[in-house]
């Protein structure tokens, strides 16, 4: 008899974004006319960018020529990708990242799902509410998770993220293993400032802990005061890993390229307190798991950092900026409060006590609006909705029309 993996029936019956997707599909059924606005998960609706779309092309017809053509590519990733990174990520901001420290993949979301399989099924998790679903339901299947119980899963250190501590995770009062933290945070938008990632540091230097860092929303910071990656802190090549993604930055959601960063200083623990590398664990697990990104992806992910694509990138990124300029004035000018949508692409609206499955029932009702309930994202994410930038100006600006409509 082929028995089920256990911890499976412990996770909520399917994936958020799966959820909404079929309440949006149903509602679509029952209203055949309505024109829906999606301003739910996280996609990007802009083209790619003349040069990644150019270098892109050029990528297909190399494969098309014996000549030129690649099989298999080096399992970390093409070094002239991963040497662009290290110079224009971290180099150039005084982190002192290499090359060779990069492993180049299909995303992030693959990326932050797989890394907690290196760990000892016991260790101790430290994960914000609200929260990104994926870090917990992962370490749920890995069965590192007790029952899930009043909106919450057991031997799980939860960190809420309140308004009264402006959405951004404390460090626990109980000794953690295992951090998650993100910043431009998902879903609440939040950011961290130098001093508030340096004390996660000493935290983890002085516990021997290690810290999961999600910079998929890096590019969106304008402030230029805030770190865009956890190596701009001293120390930190010692206690974390970064993961970055294309997806948003480069418009890559359908085109799927990301990387993850898992410096050579960074150990984890024998049982007998041994250090272990962890560039080498990762490096064994993604060797037998994965076979890379293809050619031309990666020729198109190159072009990000060339200067019109730099230039063309900026621009991209600044249009969604713009468009959560215009949420953020709406949800204002309605007397709503909220957080985000300033250094990052979500706004996290407070709903006033209404539940977050209900406020996206209204506006999915009233607006044709789709939006993403902040309950969705853990106990602490009620009353919130999470409205997303990533959509056109002519969506975005109608979207808020309808939603002004619907409310008054
Ligand atoms: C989100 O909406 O939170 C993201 O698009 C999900 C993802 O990147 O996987």
Request: hydrophobic share 40%; charged share 25%.
């Amino acid at each position: 008899m082929i028995r089920a993996n256990e911890n499976y029936q412990k996770l909520q019956a399917s994936y958020l974004f799966s959820d909404i997707a079929q309440r949006v599909a149903l509602f679509q059924k029952n209203n055949p006319d309505a024109q829906i606005i999606r301003l739910g998960i996280g996609d990007v609706t802009q083209a790619l960018a003349p040069a990644v779309i150019a270098a892109f092309h050029k990528g297909v017809d190399e494969m098309a020529e014996d000549a030129t053509f690649k099989g298999y590519g080096p399992e970390q990733g093409y070094g002239f990708l991963r040497e662009k990174i290290a110079v224009h990520d971290y180099q150039a901001r005084g982190a002192d990242i290499s090359a060779d420290e990069i492993f180049v993949s299909d995303g992030a979301k693959c990326d932050t799902a797989n890394f907690q399989e290196l760990f000892a099924r016991d260790i101790k998790i430290a994960i914000p509410d609200p929260v990104y679903p994926v870090y917990v339901d992962t370490n749920v299947m890995a069965g590192r998770t007790g029952v899930f119980k009043d909106g919450r899963y057991r031997n799980v250190v939860y960190m809420d993220c309140l308004k009264e501590n402006s959405f951004l995770p404390q460090i626990p009062k109980e000794p953690v293993d295992l951090i998650y933290l993100c910043f431009p945070n998902n879903p609440t938008g939040t950011c961290a400032t130098k001093s508030e990632l340096a004390a996660w540091v000493d935290y983890a230097r002085q516990n021997k802990a290690l810290i999961l860092f999600d910079a998929a929303y890096e590019a969106f910071i304008r402030d230029e005061t805030l770190p865009r990656s956890i190596y701009e802190i001293e120390g930190a090549a010692k206690v974390a890993v970064e993961f970055r993604s294309f997806s948003k930055t480069a418009g890559f959601t359908g085109t799927r390229c990301g990387f993850t960063v898992v410096p050579k200083d960074c150990s984890v623990f024998s049982d007998k307190g041994e250090p272990i590398s962890l560039h080498g664990l990762w490096h064994r697990r993604q060797s037998t798991k994965f076979n890379g990104v293809s050619y031309p992806v990666q020729k198109a992910a190159e072009a990000v950092y060339s200067p019109e694509g730099r230039t063309q990138i900026k621009e991209l990124v600044a249009s969604y900026l713009d468009n959560a300029d215009i949420i953020c004035r709406t949800v204002e000018d309605l007397g709503f409060g909220y957080a985000g949508g300033k250094n990052s692409p979500y706004i996290w609206v407070d709903g006033q006590g209404r539940d977050s499955w209900e406020f996206f029932d209204l506006l999915l009702n009233r607006a044709s609006v789709v939006c993403t309930p902040g309950g969705g994202f853990g106990r602490c994410g009620n009353p919130y909705i999470r409205i997303s930038a990533f959509n056109s100006r002519n969506n975005v600006n109608l979207a808020m029309e309808r939603i002004k409509e619907a409310l008054k």
